[in-house]
């Protein structure tokens, strides 16, 4: 007991917790839309596509979200003008676009100018988690909860079927739109405390995870969240036991929680996950 209960008397460990449970939360939620809209190499090209725009943000002193909006529109206009070059198909132009944005943010963020701190946007620095940045992460978080909750009929009728939802009064464009920002909110949540390079494993893996157990929607939001927060604890223990690096820990979790749910069952003669 005391093993289990030594890392929480530690304020660095329960504010990453808590962070953790925010992204968790709203992470598992979006995961399994941005699954259900087959979205999950779009969601990490967008990840690195905003970067830039939360670095310049993080170095004007601005809040992340609108260097985050700021990126996400700048990625958006390159797009549409190297699309333009006729010998580039769109995946390429996307590809271009995307590697330099982000190379362009790393740049910046790495250089040895630049202001302590930016670095933690790339790797994360879950332990230093402030008080202040769990209010504007519970913020961002409660935000995003209303969201989804208001879009989950539109986005089911969407993603079930384009062609027939604006009958049921669901504008499929809208709804699109509305679920990248959403995406991206959860992205700036969680890219202080995982960095750039691992916020996406807790966005995308418990809700891979959880697939390989769950079909019905709201089920599979709910075992995608519980996921999240136990891969979560278990990184943290990981992290504090083994003096190893914490948004790491948790992203290792969650890659074996997803291959001991994806081989145990093909181990013990049970059906293969769809």
């Given amino acids: 007991m005391h093993a289990l209960a030594e890392p929480w008397s530690h304020g660095f460990m329960q504010r990453a917790l808590l962070e953790l449970v925010l992204l968790g939360i709203v992470g598992g939620v979006v995961g399994c839309w941005v699954l ?12 690195h596509a905003l970067f830039p725009g939360l670095v310049g943000a993080a170095l004007l002193g601005l809040p992340l979200l609108a260097g985050g909006a700021v990126g996400v529109l700048g990625a958006a206009v390159g797009v549409a003008v190297v699309r333009r070059t006729p010998l580039l198909g769109s995946d390429t132009s996307v590809a271009v676009v995307v590697t330099s944005l982000f190379g362009v943010g790393v740049l910046v963020a790495l250089a040895p100018a630049a202001p302590p701190g930016l670095g933690g946007l790339l790797f994360g620095d879950l332990l230093g988690v402030t008080r202040a940045d769990l209010i504007s992460s519970g913020a961002l978080a409660a935000g995003a909860a209303a969201a989804l909750v208001a879009l989950h009929r539109p986005l089911l009728l969407v993603g079930f079927d384009r062609s027939t939802a604006r009958a049921f009064g ?13 995406v991206a909110v959860a992205i700036v949540i969680g ?26 929607m709201v089920r599979l939001m709910a075992l995608a969240v519980a996921i999240a927060v136990a891969a979560s604890l278990g990184g943290l223990y990981l992290s504090y036991y083994a003096d ?31």
């Avoid at 259900?36 to 990840?47: G, K, M, P, R, W």
């Avoid at 499929?172 to 959403?182: G, H, R, S």
């Fill in 170 to 182: 669901a504008r499929p464009l809208l709804v699109d739109l509305a679920l990248l920002a959403v």
């Fill in 244 to 274: 190893v690096a914490a948004g790491a820990s948790v992203a290792g979790v969650m890659v074996g929680a997803y291959l001991v749910a994806l081989l145990v069952p093909l181990a013990v003669g049970g059906p293969r996950p769809h």
């Fill in 36 to 47: 259900y809209y087959e979205l999950a190499y779009s969601t990490e090209s967008l990840a």
């Fill in 191 to 216: 890219v202080r405390a995982l960095g750039n390079l691992l916020v996406v494993a807790l966005l995308v893996g418990p809700a891979a995870t959880a697939r390989l157990l769950a079909r019905r």
